[in-house]
């Protein structure tokens, strides 16, 4: 039979010329395999064990943490978030396609990311409710291994085991649609993204609430900065002019994760500007990610500030209520070090500093978006035609007008697009509504002058668009993308009642735009 073997070391200490001297010796032992078992086994077991505590430690953590938190806080955060999620669950519906559904229900999530509601109302309420206080105070005074990190992982797991059912009932509605069962697909990578971004939102909620200290005041200006971002980057499941806005916002920024995630492999012919909202290639992805990962810690790091500035506070205020409610005559200032109204003063000016803060985010952060947003759209516009001044006489009728124009480079994520705006300056004959008739073809402007009248017809007619009167502005839709290559443009005006005769005076461009 075969025994084991193991390695052992003896030390041997000879006297030898008036000194000791040690020797170490190696060697192998012959063990017996049931003597090698049982020590295996007592590691894993010991193993197991110390993973069982720890798990246990952490359960009844959590447990403790729950306690300390208000009861009613939690039950107003949870009906408060189902009703937001009843509420923008509506925008699901319209659409049967598996993707777009998908991406309905990524925007539907994005709603409740942009507006912030999960995030901020539960930090206000848990943080901010004076039960919390005072059960944060006298949990604190009596076990000194209650902590912001403690509190705070509650708090997240909290955030999101909601997010979490948010993102379950989006599903669920989306099968009631009824949707074909492959969406569940999406399902895992919806999940983990919507997971991940809402613990990075979890500090700065927390930042926000603990800065303001008061759950109705805190939740409503922590939803309005929450809003003032999502109005400068774009709206979710709505098209957006520039990626490097639009991604820096929790909800696009979900939405082109999944689209980056799902695209490449079941939906290889999606197109990203209709599902995201937004142009975009993967690399665009990275620096939003970084900085809502560094506006995260941030957030956390002055968090856990304002967290041990109001415990002092809260600290003192317990000992008032209890004060009060025991009917005892002293006073908590007198029995501690603390300045209660110098903590009430830095309270004050910190919520008028969050005030301001949340006004200006409001005022300042969309207009600031908007005037982004104009002159990157600046950048890709170009005039191809204009009509002389004092406009230019057209035949109401088979007249066509054309032009040719060269398409743009521009970079993956920007599309051009071609259309018309203009003015009927004034009408002649017996005109009552004018139609105006515009398109554009990658041709040659010789290619299209060959065409006789029957083809042009074919080609270019039946896009009319209706214009009131023969006076006043118009704008045609606009049609792309284009790229660097020859156009021509071509644009009637049309009687509505037949009336082919006469002319009209207009002035009118031809412009390439950004989408």
């Given at each position: 039979m075969n025994y084991g073997r193991r390695l052992s070391m003896h030390v041997e200490y000879n006297f030898t010329?008036?000194?000791?001297?040690?020797?170490?010796?190696?060697?192998?032992?012959?063990?017996?395999?049931?003597?090698?078992?049982?020590?295996?086994?007592?590691?894993?077991?010991?193993?197991?064990?110390?993973?069982?505590?720890?798990?246990?430690?952490?359960?009844?953590?959590?447990?403790?943490?729950?306690?300390?938190?208000?009861?009613?806080?939690?039950?107003?955060?949870?009906?408060?978030?189902?009703?937001?999620c009843a509420f923008f669950v509506l925008g699901i519906g319209g659409s049967s396609a598996p993707l777009f559904i998908i991406f309905r229900i990524a925007s539907y999530v994005g709603w409740m990311l942009v507006t912030g509601i999960p995030f901020v109302v539960g930090a206000s309420l848990l943080f901010g409710s004076q039960e919390s206080h005072r059960n944060i105070a006298d949990s604190t005074q009596k076990d000194s291994k209650v902590s912001f990190a403690s509190l705070f992982i509650t708090y997240a797991v909290l955030t999101l085991l909601m997010m979490a059912i948010a993102v379950a009932i989006g599903f669920a509605i989306g099968l009631l649609l009824p949707a074909p069962v492959q969406i569940l697909g999406a399902l895992p990578y919806m999940l983990i993204l919507t997971l991940t971004i809402s613990l990075l939102l979890c500090p700065i909620a927390a930042f926000l609430a603990l800065a303001i200290d008061q759950w109705k005041t805190g939740a409503v200006l922590g939803i309005a900065i929450f809003l003032a971002v999502g109005l400068a980057t774009g709206t979710p499941g709505f098209p957006v002019n520039y990626p490097e806005i639009a991604l820096l916002g929790p909800a696009h920024l979900l939405s082109a994760l999944l689209f980056t995630l799902i695209a490449g492999s079941e939906y290889q012919g999606a197109i990203d500007y209709?599902?995201?909202?937004?142009?975009?290639?993967?690399?665009?992805?990275?620096?939003?990610?970084?900085?809502?990962?560094?506006?995260?810690?941030?957030?956390?790091?002055?968090?856990?500030?304002?967290?041990?500035?109001?415990?002092?506070?809260?600290?003192?205020?317990?000992?008032?209520?209890?004060?009060?409610?025991?009917?005892?005559?002293?006073?908590?200032?007198?029995?501690?070090?603390?300045?209660?109204?110098?903590?009430?003063?830095?309270?004050?000016?910190?919520?008028?500093?969050?005030?301001?803060?949340?006004?200006?985010?409001?005022?300042?952060?969309?207009?600031a978006g908007m005037g982004y947003t104009s002159v990157r759209q600046e950048e890709w516009t170009q005039v191809v035609y204009e009509s002389p001044a004092g406009g230019e006489m057209v035949e109401v009728g088979q007249q066509w007008l054309c032009g040719e124009f060269f398409g743009v480079d521009t970079p993956d994520n920007v599309d051009l697009v071609v259309g018309c705006q203009g003015e009927i300056l004034d009408g002649g004959g017996n005109l009552d509504y004018i139609t105006v008739d515009f398109e554009h073809r990658r041709m040659s402007l010789d290619e299209f002058l060959h065409l006789n009248d029957t083809e042009i017809e074919d080609m270019f007619g039946g896009n009319e668009e209706e214009t009131h009167g023969t006076n006043g502005p118009f704008n045609t839709g606009r049609g792309g993308p284009i790229h660097a290559v020859q156009y021509i443009w071509v644009l009637r005006f049309l009687d509505v009642l037949g009336q082919t005769e006469g002319t009209i005076r207009v002035s009118f461009r031809i412009i390439i735009s950004a989408i």
């Open positions: 010329d008036g000194q000791w001297k040690s020797e170490i010796h190696w060697g192998l032992q012959q063990t017996h395999p049931v003597h090698f078992r049982f020590a295996l086994l007592g590691i894993v077991s010991k193993g197991t064990d110390t993973v069982e505590v720890s798990l246990h430690q952490l359960i009844a953590r959590f447990r403790e943490n729950l306690s300390i938190f208000s009861a009613s806080a939690l039950k107003r955060w949870f009906v408060i978030v189902l009703a937001s209709y599902c995201v909202g937004v142009r975009f290639v993967p690399g665009q992805l990275i620096l939003p990610i970084l900085l809502l990962i560094f506006a995260s810690a941030i957030s956390y790091i002055f968090a856990k500030r304002m967290f041990e500035s109001n415990l002092r506070r809260w600290t003192v205020e317990r000992n008032l209520w209890l004060s009060v409610k025991e009917g005892t005559q002293e006073k908590p200032e007198a029995q501690s070090d603390v300045n209660l109204s110098a903590l009430y003063e830095e309270l004050k000016q910190r919520r008028r500093i969050m005030a301001a803060l949340a006004v200006a985010a409001i005022l300042l952060i969309p207009l």
